[in-house]
């Protein structure tokens, strides 16, 4: 098992990063045989196929494969350990890019919800859940719930970062289009020139990120 583990890096380092999950997936059952499904070994081989169908971009790899760690972590480690936490926000991100923008953004709001009441509001996770809920209601089209989660995620940034910062800045005009979206202004009553034109406002630093 050691040597299909190390084929499995090997693979991984050349590039192949689907000959990588093939391989762990075939090692996978032979060790929950051998070891038992709670030997860090077999952890650690949920982690690594996860990981090497996200580097592969095979979303419905991805998926399963995080179901399977995010189930181990749950087991393993509670519900509220910081590693369970994370393995939702990257099983949520990938839900999303397979195409369920809408199944993402509510899983999102749930693993907020989650990271607020265990990791406090101060902390970097809840930032980038907040992020997230905002950027998958926006990739689901939904214009008065991304303008709230906007809203959020501007307040929030404000507080932490500074009214001057990039990110903050960039939640802003987010804030701006979707709230006219959601409630388009009468004609010739624009609220800024980006959303006078319709444009959907193109910002770095807001969400669409795992973690």
Request: charged share 20%; aromatic share 6%; net charge positive.
């Amino acid at each position: 098992m050691f040597t299909r583990n190390n084929l499995a890096d090997l693979h991984g380092q050349a590039g192949d990063a689907t000959g990588a999950a093939e391989v762990l997936r075939e090692l996978l059952p032979d060790q929950v045989r051998a070891l038992g499904a709670d030997h860090p070994d077999v952890l650690r081989t949920h982690e690594a196929l996860a990981y090497w169908h996200i580097q592969a971009g095979e979303a419905a790899g991805a998926i399963a494969a995080l179901r399977l760690l995010l189930a181990d972590r749950v087991r393993v480690l509670g519900l509220d350990h910081p590693h369970t936490l994370a393995a939702r926000g990257n099983l949520a991100h990938w839900q999303g890019k397979a195409g369920d923008a809408a199944g993402a953004a509510k899983a999102f709001a749930e693993v907020l919800a989650d990271r607020l009441r265990v990791l406090g509001p101060d902390h970097p996770h809840c930032m980038v859940a907040r992020g997230n809920l905002a950027y998958w209601r926006e990739q689901a089209a939904d214009a008065s719930g991304a303008a709230s989660a906007y809203a959020d995620l501007y307040r929030e940034r404000v507080r932490l970062l500074g009214p001057n910062h990039l990110d903050t800045q960039a939640a802003a005009v987010k804030f701006d289009y979707w709230r006219a979206k959601a409630s388009p202004p009468r004609t010739g009553s624009g609220t800024g020139a980006q959303t006078r034109r319709g444009r959907k406002p193109n910002t770095p630093g807001l969400g669409g990120k795992q973690v």
